[in-house]
């Protein structure tokens, strides 16, 4: 296997790049900034990122992702391009790597063919489409080639991916269009609803990351929050406490939670008695909500912890899987 050949996270939220030999080697936004009058691109990744909302007219930060899945077909490719460029550095005109990319497990077969396409024009050699919920197992250090349930559930951006893995390959799967975007989401709703205070997205990331809990805390934390007050149009601050993100957090947990439960109901009894031994294990960026994890195994009374690294889970996944299919052939 080359050391070129390479494994990509394309998500939502954000894109990440394995190598073999190496590991992750780049972790960026999915983010593109262009300028509308000239159609040109004028950032990518976290550069683009610091512009999203803070943009003058003519310059516009997209996401060409959404739910996993490409919206924006030529800017996809061209963020792959950079992606894989940056990733590889000089050698990249050297012999084309190969790729393989991971998408989430509901995604149509118009759908990976559009990805397969990107990939191959950004300049790859040979294309490898992977399921998210596999790639997240191998990811998180569990052989998926024994004969045994194992049940992942990886939150990513705009996708909850979960699955019941045996035998290298998926038993039950279910992918849902709510993960951790919609908790930004509910949390610019509360504010707007509850102290008619109007945030950005990234102020909702920030409360997310900091205070947000699915599951009550032990003790109340709290922090200011900054944005536009609704009624006088004047910048104004506010305290938000944890109780309240549980509160706007409630109806975005509730759906995944149901989600794992219908995976779990259609699962075969052997394999759910797999599960009840081993646990279920989170995976992405989503994981990493506080209280998350306790919410779901009181839903369901199995066993749940995350993964070591969530958020690089899938694109460590998505590079072993190059290696596991090179050490078959």
């Given at each position: 296997m080359a050391s070129s050949d390479i494994g990509i996270d394309l998500g939502t939220a954000s894109?990440?790049?394995?190598?073999?030999?190496?590991?992750?080697?780049?972790?960026?936004?999915?983010?593109?900034?262009?300028?509308?009058?000239?159609?040109?691109?004028?950032?990518?990744?976290?550069?683009?990122?610091?512009?999203?909302?803070?943009?003058?007219?003519?310059?516009?930060?997209?996401?060409?992702?959404?739910?996993?899945?490409?919206?924006d077909y030529t800017t996809t490719e061209k963020m792959l391009k950079y992606f894989i460029k940056k990733a590889v550095g000089r050698n990249f005109f050297g012999r084309r790597p190969k790729i393989s990319v991971c998408v989430p497990s509901g995604v149509t077969e118009v759908e990976?063919?559009?990805?397969?396409?990107?990939?191959?024009?950004?300049?790859?050699?040979?294309?490898?489409?992977?399921?998210?919920?596999?790639?997240?197992?191998?990811?998180?250090?569990?052989d998926i080639m024994r004969p045994c349930g194992?049940?992942?559930?990886?939150?990513?951006?705009?996708?909850?991916?979960?699955?019941?893995?045996?035998?290298?390959g998926t038993v039950v799967s279910q992918s849902i269009k709510v993960a951790g975007d919609d908790f930004d989401e509910a949390i610019i709703r509360f504010m707007k609803k509850k102290h008619n205070l109007l945030i950005g997205d990234r102020t909702a990331e920030e409360i997310k990351i900091n205070i947000g809990t699915c599951y009550k805390r032990p003790e109340n934390i709290a922090m200011d929050v900054r944005g536009r007050n609704m009624v006088t149009g004047l910048p104004k601050t506010v305290t938000v406490t944890s109780d309240e993100t549980e509160e706007a957090f409630h109806d975005t947990a509730q759906q995944i939670v149901e989600?794992?439960?219908?995976?779990?109901?259609?699962?075969?009894?052997?394999?759910?008695?797999?599960?009840?031994?081993?646990g279920i294990v989170l995976t992405g960026g989503g994981a990493l909500i506080h209280g998350l994890e306790e919410l779901i195994e009181?839903?369901?009374?199995?066993?749940?912890?995350?993964?070591?690294?969530?958020?690089?889970?899938?694109?460590?996944?998505?590079?072993?899987?190059i290696e596991y299919l090179s050490s078959r052939t």
């Open positions: 894109i990440l790049v394995y190598m073999k030999g190496k590991g992750v080697v780049l972790k960026e936004p999915s983010v593109v900034a262009y300028d509308r009058d000239t159609d040109k691109i004028v950032a990518i990744g976290e550069e683009a990122r610091l512009m999203l909302g803070r943009t003058p007219g003519n310059i516009v930060a997209v996401r060409p992702l959404r739910h996993g899945v490409i919206s990976k063919r559009a990805v397969e396409e990107a990939t191959y024009n950004a300049g790859a050699r040979e294309v490898t489409i992977i399921e998210e919920p596999v790639a997240a197992a191998i990811g998180a250090g569990i194992n049940m992942i559930v990886d939150i990513g951006g705009g996708t909850s991916d979960i699955a019941v893995i045996s035998l290298g989600a794992v439960r219908s995976v779990l109901e259609r699962t075969p009894p052997e394999l759910s008695a797999d599960i009840s031994d081993r009181e839903k369901t009374g199995i066993t749940t912890m995350t993964a070591e690294e969530p958020l690089q889970a899938v694109a460590i996944g998505t590079g072993k899987y």
